[in-house]
């Protein structure tokens, strides 16, 4: 009984963070837009260096799309927890709060919103990539496969931007907080493969960085052709952050207004 009222209250706050998000469509437009610049500027630019023996014959749009998909995910996190921040300014949440609803279904509502929107943003994504000439093996299973890897990371990104968003209960805390991706984006396997870096320092925060591995996993099913195990850490990577997250996200609401 308690897991269906669960359900329900998650499908009617997700619902309504949808219809937010759907109302203000600059909010999510733009996001889609840069990213799907990064796509076109960094093919035309840094596309030569597939000209390299380590990356002779392979598609660079192919290798540079995950990183079009993480720049969207930066985006979405963004855009999903503004609902949640007019929510925490207007007095709406802390109302909330006071209903019988679980903390953990007033958390996932717009952290789900943000993943749905992650989602769309990268099968439209993906499209514009297959018309340019990248192919994903294994087909619709494989495709599937990217889609499960993209959901980790958007419930890990918005996890965390709702966090912010409890804690300092400030829109500009949230845009500001998500500053951190852009320095997790470029110290990973942004442009090159690993095998590439080879200034110590960087090829140590590549390894480290969790981004890294959601790069990997996707690249597997684009460049690879099928390699399972960095698919498997791209999804344990992808699942950990997003529970470790979610799982802050939900403490903190539970001590937004009560002193704690």
Avoid at 33 to 56: C, H, M, N, R, W
Avoid at 83 to 94: I, M, N, P, Q
Avoid at 194 to 211: C, H, K, Q, S, V
Wanted: aromatic fraction near 10%; charged fraction near 10%; glycine fraction near 8%.
């Amino acid at each position: 009984m308690k897991n269906k009222v669960l359900i329900k209250d998650i499908m009617l706050l997700t619902k309504r963070s949808l219809i937010a998000a759907i109302r203000n469509p600059y909010a999510y437009i733009p996001n889609f837009i840069i990213s799907l610049f990064f796509l076109f500027v960094y093919t035309a630019g840094i596309g030569a260096v597939t000209d390299l023996p380590t990356l002779e014959g392979v598609n660079y749009t192919a290798f540079i799309l995950p990183v079009s998909v993480v720049s969207a995910a930066i985006g979405a996190a963004t855009g999903a927890v503004q609902t949640l921040v007019k929510d925490l300014e207007s007095g709406y949440f802390a109302r909330l709060l006071l209903t019988p609803t679980s903390r953990l279904a007033i958390v996932l509502g717009p952290i789900i919103t943000g993943m749905l929107q992650l989602v769309v943003q990268t099968i439209l994504l993906t499209m514009v990539a297959i018309l340019m000439g990248v192919r994903i093996y294994r087909g619709i299973g494989g495709f599937i496969i990217i889609l499960v890897l993209v959901t980790g990371l958007g419930l890990a990104f918005t996890g965390y931007a709702a966090t912010v968003a409890l804690v300092t209960k400030s829109s500009h805390a949230v845009q500001m907080s998500t500053m951190i991706f852009f320095p997790m984006l470029f110290l990973s396997t942004t442009f090159v493969p690993l095998d590439l870096i080879e200034t110590g320092w960087l090829r140590i925060a590549a390894i480290i960085n969790p981004t890294t591995y959601i790069f990997e996993g996707m690249r597997a099913l684009l460049i690879e052709g099928w390699r399972s195990a960095y698919i498997l850490y791209g999804f344990l990577v992808g699942s950990i952050a997003s529970v470790i997250t979610i799982t802050i996200a939900t403490k903190s609401a539970a001590r937004a207004f009560n002193g704690e």
